[in-house]
T-cell receptor, first 113, second 110 residues
Framework: KAGVTQTPRYLIKTRGQQVTLSCSPI?????VSWYQQTPGQGLQFLFE???????NKGNFPGRFSGRQFSNSRSEMNVSTLELGDSALYLC????????????FGSGTRLTVV | TQLLEQSPQFLSIQEGENLTVYCNSS?????LQWYRQEPGEGPVLLVT?????EVKKLKRLTFQFGDARKDSSLHITAAQPGDTGLYLC??????????FGPGTRLSVLP
């Protein structure tokens, strides 16, 4: 079956702009989580959605937001981009909140200039 | 806030050597996972351990979960260049998100 699909793979944005990233989970997976990965901080948890509801949220400013649709697809949005937002953004899905382990997508590499 | 530490941070070895990487925390986890990540890709789940003292083997990889469920180790026997990558451990606190360690970057030279 198809894996977790993230689009786009690469993105270059200018400081102050906003960006929307998309994630399609594995079919049947209802839980989608987002992580930010940088060389200095590693993988940092952004948020988790389950059945269109945000279940957990990491310690990121309000400029970072997300949502999940009825088909479990998810989007995350970053407004007023800063240079420090440059990172690999990873989406991960699992069947449910109690399921063990994630299946990750290949990520979206965001560069803010 | 749960914190996972991994050691060593970097490891470069010759093909055929054995190695062990460690994942430690002061927190207790309901489960712990190990992932391997290659450049430009997302992490790939290798194993999940849930019981204190549990040992799991996947071919040349042996994973152990500490008795107190605060630490874990990954042992690779006869490493191969294909084992090269970033090894991440991730702990789950029941009902919350996963916390990832900073990773061990392994390079296996032919």
């Amino acid at each position: 079956k198809a894996g977790v699909t993230q689009t786009p793979r690469y993105l270059i944005k200018t400081r102050g702009q906003q960006v929307t990233l998309s994630c399609s989970p594995i079919s049947g997976h209802r839980s989608v989580s987002w992580y930010q990965q940088t060389p200095g901080q590693g993988l940092q948890f952004l948020f988790e959605y389950f059945s269109e509801t945000q279940r957990n949220k990491g310690n990121f400013p309000g400029r970072f937001s997300g949502r999940q649709f009825s088909n479990s697809r998810s989007e995350m949005n970053v407004s007023t981009l800063e240079l420090g937002d440059s990172a690999l953004y990873l989406c991960a899905s699992r069947p449910g909140q109690g399921a063990l382990g994630y299946t990750f997508g290949s990520g979206t590499r965001l560069t803010v200039v | 806030t749960q914190l996972l530490e991994q050691s060593p941070q970097f490891l470069s070895i010759q093909e055929g050597e054995n190695l062990t990487v460690y994942c430690n925390s002061s927190s207790v986890f309901s489960s712990l996972q190990w992932y391997r990540q290659e450049p430009g890709e997302g992490p790939v789940l290798l194993v999940t351990v849930v019981t204190g003292g549990e040992v799991k083997k996947l071919k040349r990889l042996t994973f152990q979960f500490g008795d107190a469920r605060k630490d874990s180790s990954l042992h690779i026997t006869a490493a191969q260049p294909g084992d090269t990558g970033l090894y991440l451990c991730a702990g789950e606190v029941l009902g919350q998100n996963f916390v990832f360690g900073p990773g061990t970057r392994l390079s296996v030279l032919p």
